[in-house]
């Protein structure tokens, strides 16, 4: 049994102030709520904010990035301890605006997922090609090779915490969302490539997320495919009604 995953990826919106309002809304409409893990990554500033308004309640806080250090002379960076103690529980790492915009690659996706692990946090590990690779007939090439990457050298046990999305870089923000059948064959074959490099039943057993227009209105047809563990939500989760909605979907 997996259970599903709802995690609301916040990008660079909302001022701590915005985000408290946000954060007390979707606590409010998601407090009789049964069933799916359910995440806010706010931006780093609000961070803080957020947490003590989650706090005991069942929305879990994520990241949206981190550092691989463990601490140094990094201007501008934030390590995996600085968000443990601030009460994140999971952490975004390789999010395709983060490799197409800052040069992240899948070397330093790596290195943040076991900076990530080694503090206890989750990673939520992205992957997912371009529009061009897609028409090129290299999708599950490239995914293949993100995971490589990701995954090098991380032991099985470690491989068994983390959480997967797929996002189509074609469907971010476009309102293009893959149907549910080209995401369920990704995702079957993202199962298939970490039972090939890692192992069979620890392949079977992670949650592997959709990412990518993902709306109250398409988000019942991904969530019923029994390969699509949840969802990563960008613009939908920035109105509590919207985010929420899309969460009661995922209630199988
Ligand atoms: P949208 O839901 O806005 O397409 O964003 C998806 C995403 O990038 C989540 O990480």
């Given at each position: 049994?997996?259970?599903?995953?709802i995690?609301?990826?916040?990008?660079?919106?909302?001022?701590?102030?915005?985000?408290?309002?946000?954060?007390?809304?979707?606590?409010?409409a998601l407090?009789s709520l049964?069933g799916p893990?359910?995440?806010?990554?706010?931006?780093?500033?609000?961070?803080?904010?957020?947490?003590?308004?989650?706090?005991?309640?069942?929305?879990?806080?994520?990241?949206?990035?981190?550092?691989?250090?463990?601490?140094?002379?990094?201007?501008?960076?934030?390590?995996?301890?600085?968000?443990?103690?601030?009460?994140?529980?999971?952490?975004?790492?390789?999010?395709?605006?983060?490799?197409?915009?800052?040069?992240?690659?899948?070397?330093?996706?790596?290195?943040?997922?076991?900076?990530?692990?080694?503090?206890?946090?989750?990673?939520?590990?992205?992957?997912?090609?371009?529009?061009?690779?897609?028409?090129?007939?290299?999708?599950?090439?490239?995914?293949?090779?993100?995971?490589?990457?990701?995954?090098?050298?991380?032991?099985?046990?470690?491989?068994?915490?983390?959480?997967?999305?797929?996002?189509?870089?074609?469907?971010?923000?476009?309102?293009?969302?893959?149907?549910?059948?080209?995401?369920?064959?990704?995702?079957?074959?993202?199962?298939?490539?970490?039972?090939?490099?890692?192992?069979?039943?620890?392949?079977?057993?992670?949650?592997?997320?959709?990412?990518?227009?993902?709306?109250p209105?398409?988000a019942k047809?991904?969530?019923?495919?029994?390969?699509?563990?949840?969802?990563?939500?960008?613009?939908?989760?920035?109105?509590?009604?919207?985010f929420a909605a899309i969460a009661r979907a995922a209630t199988?």
């Open positions: 049994m997996r259970r599903p995953v995690a609301g990826n916040w990008k660079m919106y909302k001022t701590p102030s915005e985000a408290v309002v946000l954060a007390k809304g979707i606590v409010k407090s049964n893990e359910v995440v806010v990554c706010p931006p780093f500033a609000a961070l803080t904010a957020v947490g003590q308004v989650v706090a005991g309640s069942r929305i879990g806080l994520g990241a949206q990035n981190l550092h691989w250090a463990k601490e140094g002379a990094y201007t501008g960076e934030v390590s995996a301890d600085m968000l443990r103690d601030i009460g994140c529980r999971y952490v975004i790492v390789g999010h395709s605006e983060r490799r197409q915009y800052f040069g992240e690659t899948d070397e330093n996706v790596n290195k943040k997922s076991c900076a990530a692990l080694a503090t206890g946090l989750i990673p939520i590990v992205c992957v997912g090609e371009t529009l061009a690779e897609r028409e090129a007939g290299r999708a599950d090439a490239v995914v293949e090779m993100q995971l490589k990457g990701a995954l090098s050298g991380l032991s099985p046990e470690q491989v068994r915490r983390l959480i997967f999305a797929y996002e189509p870089v074609w469907a971010i923000g476009t309102g293009q969302t893959a149907t549910p059948i080209q995401a369920e064959e990704m995702h079957a074959h993202i199962r298939k490539t970490i039972a090939m490099l890692v192992d069979a039943e620890i392949a079977s057993g992670v949650r592997i997320l959709y990412g990518g227009s993902v709306k209105d398409n047809e991904l969530l019923d495919r029994p390969e699509i563990d949840g969802a990563l939500i960008g613009g939908a989760s920035l109105q509590a009604e919207s199988k």
